[in-house]
């Protein structure tokens, strides 16, 4: 059941109390001058009274345009006051004929739109009000009324906005915790199957030695990578733990090494961040040698997500890059450096004769939510 479900019962009964409120007044004032008149808008607020209470209790009826309709109902039975009151109109305490019941469309647009739109509706319900006393010749122009009535509509709508955000934050922590729960499943299932035998190929496969060697091998790097996985926790909605994503990385020639807390950055971010490690591990193995180890190293610091990928090959020789950037291959101009600086993170190259250090920075807060360039 939604929240706004207790908000639109209260104001039901709001509508009620108001309504026999209004009628309780006519009946002392006899009618005032215009009986049937003012009996008549008794019944009409009557009638709108159960149309709103079963509009309202209706998620596909509830609107904008069942609001405006509300709205209306109001000032037309505020603005016929002055032709059921008559010359009572400017006597001292006498109130319009709906009396308190005008505040019911108010609250009811508070609860629908927040703060600025009760304040909207209290702002035309307040001016009808104080437009009919300065008509009366005799009656005290009061704001008391409208400065009750303003303070109503951004005062609900606020906690109703406040409401509905703490139903939204606990509905994905329910959501959250129920993905989590089906992980701890799957990695007990996976674990009782996949992992044993990805584990066993692997043993096997260096025991074989040859060719099963290397399927060994690739068995052990996706039994590594299904281990983060599943073990990864659920980042919030529109965002990614980048640890998950590098750890996919990780292999016997690759150390993969990452904090102990989250390093969440938006989901376009971070698959972005971990394409361009990708981009550097790949030059690697082509410049290296399928053999040559690698490490990434992740860190946070002052907001800002740093990633390094560090080898200990020949390095790159002086003019390398600007000379492969001229003949039309962008490895790492476009695929790396391209794409982190689309990302709103810059790039750094440090190479030696003993191995090239790339160090790819990116500040939490300024990260973009662009898509990736092609490498």
Not at 14 to 23: E, K, T, V
């Amino acid at each position: 059941m939604s929240i706004e479900g207790p908000f639109w019962r209260a104001i039901a009964v709001f509508r009620a109390a108001s309504l026999l409120y209004a009628a309780v007044l006519m009946a002392q004032y006899r009618g005032y001058e215009q009986p049937v008149a003012g009996w008549l808008v008794i019944a009409l607020m009557a009638l709108w009274t159960a149309g709103a209470t079963y509009a309202y209790a209706s998620e596909r009826l509830r609107g904008w345009p069942l609001l405006a309709v509300d709205l209306l109902a109001a000032l037309a039975c505020l603005l016929a006051s002055p032709y059921v009151e008559g010359a009572r109109q400017g006597v001292a305490g006498t109130m319009p004929v709906p009396a308190t019941w005008v505040a019911a469309p108010v609250l009811a647009w508070a609860v629908y739109g927040g703060r600025r739109a009760g304040a909207v509706a209290a702002a035309l319900v307040a001016a009808a009000d104080l437009w009919l006393r300065v008509r009366a010749p005799e009656a005290p122009v009061m704001i008391n009324g409208a400065v009750l009535l303003f303070l109503s509509g951004v005062v609900v709508g606020h906690v109703a906005r406040l409401a509905k955000e703490a139903e939204e934050r606990m509905q994905r922590a329910a959501e959250m915790e129920a993905a989590q729960r089906e992980r701890d499943r799957l990695a007990r299932d996976l674990h009782d199957s996949v992992l044993q035998v990805l584990a066993l190929v692997q043993r096997r496969g260096r025991q074989i030695g040859g060719e099963a060697a290397e399927l060994g091998r690739l068995a052990g790097e996706q039994e590594a990578a299904l281990r983060e996985l599943i073990a990864a926790r659920p980042a919030p909605t529109g965002a990614t733990d980048l640890r998950s994503l590098l750890m996919r990385h990780g292999s016997p020639l690759v150390t993969v090494s990452t904090p102990a807390t989250p390093l969440v950055l938006p989901t376009p971010a971070a698959e972005g961040v971990a394409a361009a490690v990708g981009a550097a591990l790949d030059n690697v193995r082509e410049h290296c040698g399928a053999d040559a180890r690698a490490w990434v190293f992740a860190e946070s610091c002052d907001d800002v997500v740093m990633v390094t990928v560090r080898d200990e090959g020949p390095g790159i020789p002086e003019g390398r890059l600007e000379r492969a950037a001229a003949e039309g291959r962008l490895g790492v101009a476009q695929s790396i450096r391209g794409r982190v600086a689309d990302l709103g993170g810059t790039v750094a190259v440090a190479s030696t004769p003993s191995g090239t250090e790339i160090e790819i920075s990116l500040p939490c807060g300024q990260a973009r939510m662009g898509g990736d360039r092609p490498g």
